[in-house]
């Protein structure tokens, strides 16, 4: 097991880059590249050097900052496969099912398409960390793109699935307006309830939501929830398939 520094960098509006660092090597891996400037801040005020960039997926708000940090570290980036043509700017391509060792730990690549149809989640099973960018936000999901609602709900399935006290960082800061919404999808979930007064104290005082776990999102999100009994039972879709019900969720908040 590594002792990884784990810090989680604000850029651009609402966006998150996350730096992994190993104290060993000196290496240090930066979650996307929303801006090369706030990361660059962080890498001079810790003395870290970037050694390598993990794409999650093409949007340019995760991949602005990538020709900016590559002339001032010549690090390697690594991205998606079905999107190294269209950006032309990763120097290693990933899958679904790689895995590969980065610092002395293993790394997964999990498809996860929907969002757009490149979109790939990193799973470090040992230190139980997964970076799953506009996949899922805390009490949220990315809007469906490039894809459709089934490949979605069954991209969703595959990062839930992951150890419930699994660190889940995300691509977003939306937790709060996602917690609006999910109150209308919920209002009796107690356990979502008390996230969103959690939430709401958080961003009085400017402080990030995230990274949230595996085990919150199962019990507060709603689109990690549709074949929860309760919110099938909530929204009177008791019959419905659980891919219907996550169709049904994502549609009402892309009127929210
Ligand atoms: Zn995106
Ligand atoms: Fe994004």
Redesign the pocket.
């Known amino acids: 097991m590594s002792d990884f520094e784990v810090v989680q960098v604000p850029a651009r509006s609402d966006n998150f880059a996350v730096l992994v660092h190993d104290p060993q090597s000196g290496a240090t891996l930066s979650i996307d590249a929303p801006e090369a400037d706030a990361i660059e801040t962080v890498l001079n005020e810790r003395g870290w050097k970037l050694s390598h960039i993990l794409v999650t997926?093409k949007?340019f708000?995760?991949i602005e900052g990538i020709p900016a940090l590559q002339a001032a570290y010549d690090c390697e980036v690594v991205g998606p496969e079905a999107s190294a043509s269209e950006t032309g700017m990763y120097d290693r391509t990933v899958k679904d099912g790689d895995t590969f060792r980065w610092a002395g730990a293993e790394i997964r690549v999990i498809a996860t398409p929907g969002?757009?149809l490149d979109h790939i989640t990193y799973w470090l099973p040992e230190e139980k960390l997964v970076f799953a960018a506009?996949l899922i936000f805390s009490l949220g999901c990315?809007r469906v793109i490039e894809g459709d609602h089934d490949m979605m709900w069954t991209s969703i399935l595959k990062v839930r699935d992951l150890p419930d006290d699994a660190t889940l960082y995300c691509?977003h800061e939306y937790t709060l307006a996602n917690g609006q919404f999910a109150l209308t999808v919920e209002p009796d979930n107690e356990a979502l309830k008390a996230r969103v007064a959690e939430v709401e104290a958080l961003r009085e005082k400017d402080k990030p939501t995230l990274p949230t776990t595996i085990a919150q999102e199962k019990a507060t999100n709603p689109f990690l929830r549709a074949d929860e009994p309760a919110l099938m039972a909530a929204i009177e879709m008791e019959n419905a398939s659980p891919a219907k019900v996550f169709a049904e969720i994502r549609t009402r908040k892309d009127k929210f």
């Open positions: 997926h949007h708000d995760h969002h757009t506009d990315g691509g």
